[in-house]
């Protein structure tokens, strides 16, 4: 099983600022099949990015995604007020697929 | 537009049953594999089970094999996820998503709202 590590667990930034999330595979994750998503209180996650760099559909592009192998980076170039969220990595390359633990994005 | 709308969550007890079903509207369901992935409360995101298209491929998660079932019935626009020998740590909000790209189990372009399992005596 392909444990995935996100950090920082919380990150609190004010709006107009750039957030980096990383997320770290304790193997490498074939292909690049790795995703993120956004998920606010109450409601279901939202996919942002698949195969680590593309955006999904509608998604904005001051959300970008980028790494390979063991290393994926989520940025967010200028936090608007409705990226405050949580954010996992997925990675969807080998059986079962797995979920990192999230990282928070809080208000400063 | 797509939409995907669980049903079926609720109260049960340790070792009960229950069964969850996934109606899917505004595409086509028989083009997709689907998936379901559940939270438990607090926490993240776990993957549970997968099924192909046509069912021929299923796969579920070590910690719900043996116990859980996933189904489908593509002409009822349906998905299910059948639950038995209940435990207190599946208490989760289960979500139904659907599997993007053509692949069996993979990223997870739509979800559904969610709903409430709660095991407890």
């Known amino acids: 099983e392909i444990v995935l590590t996100q950090s920082p667990g919380t990150l609190s930034l004010s709006p107009g600022e750039r957030a980096t999330l990383s997320c770290r595979a304790g193997?490498?994750?074939?292909?690049?099949?790795l995703a993120w998503y956004q998920q606010k209180p109450g409601q279901a996650p939202r996919l942002l990015i698949y195969g680590a760099s593309s955006r999904a559909t509608g998604i904005p592009d001051r959300f970008s995604g980028s790494g390979s192998g063991t290393d994926f980076t989520l940025t967010i170039s200028r936090l608007e007020p409705e990226d405050f969220a949580v954010y996992y990595c997925?990675?969807?390359?080998?059986?079962?697929?797995?979920f990192g633990g999230g990282t928070k994005v809080e208000i400063k | 537009e797509v939409q995907l709308v669980e049903s079926g969550g609720g109260l049960v007890k340790p070792g009960g049953s229950l069964r969850l079903s996934c109606a899917a509207s505004?595409?086509?369901?028989?083009?997709?594999?689907m998936q379901w992935v559940r939270q438990a409360p607090g926490k993240g995101l776990e993957w549970v089970s997968s099924?192909?298209?046509?069912?021929?491929?299923?796969y579920h998660a070590d910690s719900v094999k043996g116990r859980f079932t996933i189904s489908r019935d593509n002409a009822k626009n349906s998905l299910y996820l059948q639950m038995n020998s209940l435990r207190a740590e599946d208490t989760a909000v289960y979500y139904c998503?659907?599997?993007?790209?053509?692949?069996?189990?993979?990223?997870?372009?739509?979800w559904g709202q969610g709903t409430l399992v709660t095991v407890s005596s």
């Open positions: 998503a659907r599997v993007a790209f053509g692949m069996v189990r993979g990223v997870c372009d739509y």
């Open positions: 099924i192909s298209r046509s069912s021929s491929y299923i």
């Open positions: 193997q490498s994750v074939s292909t690049s099949y």
């Open positions: 505004g595409f086509t369901l028989s083009s997709y594999s």
């Open positions: 997925q990675q969807y390359g080998s059986s079962p697929l797995t």
